[in-house]
Antibody, heavy 122, light 106 residues
Framework: EVQLVESGGGLVQPGGSLRLSCVAS????????MHWVRQAPGKGLMWVSG????????TYADSVKGRLTISRDNAKNTMYLQMNSLRAEDTALYYC???????????????WGQGTTVTVSS | SYELTQPPSVSVSPGQTASITCSAD?????FAWWYQQKPGQSPVLVI????KRPSGIPERFSGANSGNTATLTISGTQAMDEADYYC?????????FGGGTKLTVL
């Protein structure tokens, strides 16, 4: 079964750090770009970051640049999101998502995990 | 920055056709993707590359994209289609989501 399972969320104080993990199974993890997408309580989806198949290229939303770092370990079929200098506005459900493999150009997100909740509060 | 605009809500009677729009400057020059999200669940891809349906998505879901507007159409809408729907596009190397549309089937 194709699956993504996130973990690592929790309650953290403003300015604190957290590392999220996303473990993939049931597909060739190293063949896909992978992404983090978040959803604040009662709000819409917001793309956070993406990483190339082999980790050689990363992209970030402007609002998280310099504070969040995406990485992956293909040997462990795992993607990470290191979150530093956290703010209240980072409070959200964080999903990992697999980008499809379009014949040309970027693709959409065809597999999503169940999400892990990050709460930034004192 | 590139913005995708969706109506906050759309209502439809069971069995009728629902249309959800997604607007942005020259959106028709890009591909659009659509996701369905039911309460407490993760998003599900229902349309990719403007008009293609992933395996397992019912034929009543269709999409189109031209000019400044992409449209998700649900024909013969069923109660199970009540959900939030999000459009998505790429702007350079960044992903953009629309604000979402709550579809109510009443």
């Amino acid at each position: 079964e194709v699956q993504l399972v996130e973990s690592g969320g929790g309650l953290v104080q403003p300015g604190g750090s957290l590392r999220l993990s996303c473990v993939a199974s049931g597909f060739a993890f190293s063949s896909h770009w992978m992404h983090w997408v978040r959803q604040a309580p009662g709000k819409g989806l917001m793309w956070v970051s993406g990483i190339h198949n082999d980790g050689s290229s990363t992209t970030y939303a402007d609002s998280v640049k310099g504070r969040l770092t995406i990485s992956r370990d293909n040997a462990k079929n795992t993607m990470y999101l290191q979150m530093n200098s956290l703010r209240a506005e980072d409070t959200a459900l964080y999903y990992c998502a697999r980008e499809g493999m379009a014949a040309a150009g970027p693709d959409g997100f065809d597999i999503w995990g169940q999400g892990t909740t990050v709460t930034v509060s004192s | 920055s590139y913005e995708l605009t969706q109506p906050p809500s759309v209502s439809v009677s069971p069995g009728q056709t629902a249309s959800i729009t997604c607007s942005a400057d020259k959106l028709g020059n890009k591909f659009a993707w659509w996701y369905q999200q039911k309460p407490g669940q993760s998003p599900v891809l229902v349309i990719y590359q403007d008009s293609k349906r992933p395996s397992g998505i019912p034929e009543r879901f269709s999409g189109a994209n031209s000019g400044n507007t992409a449209t998700l159409t649900i024909s013969g809408t069923q109660a199970m289609d009540e959900a939030d729907y999000y459009c998505q596009a790429w702007d350079s190397s960044s992903v953009v989501f629309g604000g979402g549309t709550k579809l109510t089937v009443l």
